[in-house]
């Protein structure tokens, strides 16, 4: 299937948000949130978050600096 993820198409097969997130390598950082078609979905419901053609999905990774 054809996602957005972050303004960019991408091609996978990846049924959840979760298994999305294990093959960006980002699943397991701590400072990670997800949003899908504009709704911010909490971690603990990302492998329940089925993605179909056409989702948009924003990841932002927290980073620290000073």
């Known amino acids: 299937m054809r996602v ?3 303004d960019e198409a991408r ?3 990846a049924p959840t948000l979760a298994a999305l997130l294990e ?6 950082e701590p400072a990670v949130a997800a949003a899908v078609d504009g709704e911010v979905i909490p ?3 990302w492998s329940a978050q089925v993605l179909m053609n ?3 999905i924003l990841v932002i990774r927290a ?3 000073g």
């Open 4 to 6: 957005t993820v972050n």
């Open 11 to 13: 091609d996978t097969a």
């Open 23 to 28: 093959e960006l390598g980002v699943a397991h």
């Open 43 to 45: 971690r603990s419901r």
């Open 54 to 56: 056409g989702t948009s």
């Open 63 to 65: 980073a620290q600096g």
